[in-house]
């Protein structure tokens, strides 16, 4: 081998050498993004999270039920003119009973509206009551009202339970959103943690964000959806224009939220229905949008609701969610034949042990 081979075999090592650290400045770049893309998602959905304790059983029979108190979320130094929305309302004598997931390819998410009239009425009753079961073996989103008028006994337990019917929209009254979704769980068997909360004005930028929503508005509601739109101007202060006509259209997020709220001009269960509406063509928008306008949507919401989701979770369920928009399933509780109505004060006395089995089975399966 002469003296110019070896001199080639010997540049081999640096060869590789070289290639090795571009090798790893590219990794470590990739790296670099990811994680600052990470931190960004963090901090931009850190402004919803709102810590509200989840304690287990034998910690929540230490708790001082003496004391009450509240904790505090959401833009309440302004008013709803000026763009703020409601506080969550947390008692700390009701924290959420620790609830193991009972498959780990479904997750049960509480998503709720408030019936506040201002940044500060945040010890009011709820407006809508939604279960968002996703389903990710199935590929599947179930979206379940729970009337907000079903009788139950308010309680974070089974043991202390109360022996009086009250309507489920008190739940939070009461006891904030820790009884409330303790409620929920003890009543219909549910494993629900986490949660999402808006007001009405939280709802309506929801909406516009995605573009306004396609409502089938039927002519004998645009009187009724008028009147809850001019309610809504006396609350925030929006300019948004009254309907003029019936039929399929593109309502702005105080239009739909009016019209979603309509309820005496049939019942409380089209009004139900409405808010399904509503909420499956939110989830339709959403579903035709681009990656890009999907990250733009999570950057534009960063701060508009309540959730006790930190950033990850919200990701995560964010993916979920649109994996399984293409299948949407609608479901109403309590269900037809299993309820009575009581007339004074009105509710619904629901069949308990039915009830409870077929949501249980309708979730998870038989």
Known sequence: MNRNDRSFEGDKPRKKSKAAKYIVRVLAAVLGLALGFCLYWFYILGDTFVAVPIVNQEDYSTIELAGSGSTTGGDVSSSWFDGGHTRLYYDPSHPIIEVKQKDPDIENILVFGIDARGTDDYTCRTDAIMVLSINKRDKCLKLITLMRDTGVYLGDTAETLGSNLNKLNS????????????????????????????????????????????????????????????????????????????????????????????????????????????????????????????????????????TNMRSVDIMRVAVDCFECMDNLEEHRIPEDGLYEVQNNPWMMKIDFATQKQRLIDYIWGE
């Open 171 to 306: 739940a939070y009254h009461f006891g904030g959103v820790g009884m409330m979704i303790n409620t929920i769980n003890v009543t219909f068997g549910l494993d629900i943690q986490r949660f999402v909360m808006l007001d009405f004005g939280s709802a309506s930028k929801m909406i516009d964000l995605c573009g306004g929503v396609d409502i089938e508005v039927k002519p004998e509601e645009i009187t009724y959806a008028n009147k809850y739109l001019d309610n809504m101007y006396t609350l925030d202060g929006n300019t948004s224009p009254h309907l003029t006509r019936g039929g399929m259209q593109t309502l702005d997020g105080h239009q739909a939220v009016a019209w979603s709220r309509i309820r005496y001009l049939d019942s409380d269960f089209v009004r139900a229905s409405r808010q399904r509406t509503v909420a499956k063509a939110l989830m339709g928008k959403v579903r035709g949008m681009s990656y890009a306008q999907k990250l733009q949507l999570l950057n534009d919401s960063a701060g508009v609701f309540e």
